[in-house]
């Protein structure tokens, strides 16, 4: 039984309901053509799942709402956007670190419990597949919240910020543009007040946060879908050069189903080698990600990029 038919039986039942025909589960089950037994699950499910008020009048041999003002959701699910909506919420907790907000949770508890019924429970969905994340920095519940409701209100964040490169705290003021989750760690693209810039703030890195009454407005001419895409990565700059990677014919055979960029450019040589060419903003991203490939890759471009990965290799070197 497909879910659009159940969640037709449920409207059916609701707008009898509504109007005052007190309908029963004799009346759900000929409408439907469905044995009694299951539109008496229809119905308990509708008054325990659903939390519809609904109350049987025996006088009457049928339901009525105990709350005139209850509306029941009018949304259809397909099961292909079931399974999507349980995927969603599978990516959110892990990606969370496992815990989500009260009301996020009370929200997937009441999708859950629809899923649960007549799909796949969240225990096959925990079994069918997760999310394994690396190397990324932990954020409570209390700070992401708090940057959560700034960036929703646009209100002004005062914050504690940890910088490891300087190995110091100190205190930001900023207008939360934009939070974004990258490789398993959040992040929040402000305006810092102090450094009269947009900054790139690591959530891991945030305490004493509070949210301020002041407002703010992002500025018409800033776009964070091209704030994204300019370069490779999450540092950004106004100074962007174009990186030309070299892979061996062997490594080759995993690099080229690979997307770095979207405005990447990709060309095969006679050996079988890769070449894979993209922008880039900075060096401190690429630098790494070059580095784990070892001797399967090599910089072509620019001069700058080969003379620095060529002096990160000689360190390493020394080390060994």
Request: glycine share 4%.
């Amino acid at each position: 039984m497909g879910i659009k038919n159940i969640y037709e039986r449920f409207i059916w039942f609701d707008s009898q309901v509504r109007a005052k025909k007190y309908p029963n589960t004799t009346g759900l089950a000929n409408q439907f053509e469905i044995s009694t037994k299951t539109a008496q699950r229809d119905v308990e499910f509708m008054r325990d799942r659903l939390y519809c008020p609904l109350e049987y009048d025996v006088s009457q041999k049928g339901y009525y709402y105990e709350d005139d003002t209850f509306t029941l959701p009018m949304v259809y699910f397909s099961s292909r956007e079931l399974s999507s909506l349980l995927i969603a919420k599978k990516m959110l907790q892990d990606a969370s670190g496992g815990y989500l907000g009260d009301e996020i949770s009370s929200i997937l508890e009441k999708i859950t419990n629809v899923l649960n019924k007549h799909m796949a429970t969240g225990d096959q969905v925990d079994d069918a597949f997760s999310f394994q994340l690396i190397e990324y920095s932990p954020v409570t519940e209390q700070v992401f919240k708090a940057v959560l409701e700034a960036c929703l209100k646009r209100n002004q964040l005062k914050f504690t910020y940890y910088s490891p490169a300087r190995d110091e705290k100190r205190e930001r003021a900023a207008d939360p543009y934009h939070l974004f989750n990258y490789m398993g760690t959040w992040h929040l693209i402000a305006y810092c007040h102090s450094r009269k810039s947009i900054r790139d703030f690591a959530l891991g890195r945030i305490t004493d946060v509070a949210v301020l009454e002041e407002s703010f407005d992002k500025p018409q001419d800033f776009n964070m879908k091209d704030f994204f895409q300019t370069s490779f990565g999450i540092y950004k700059g106004k100074s962007i050069k174009e990186v030309t990677l070299r892979f061996s014919p062997i490594k080759s055979r995993w690099i080229r189903d690979q997307i770095w960029h979207k405005d990447q450019k990709t060309k095969v040589l006679g050996d079988g080698s890769l070449e894979l060419t993209f922008p880039v903003a900075d060096f401190s991203e690429i630098k790494m990600e070059i580095l784990k490939h070892g001797d399967m890759v090599e910089v072509i471009k620019p001069k700058s990029l080969r003379s620095l990965i060529r002096t990160e290799a000689k360190k390493i070197t020394q080390i060994y």
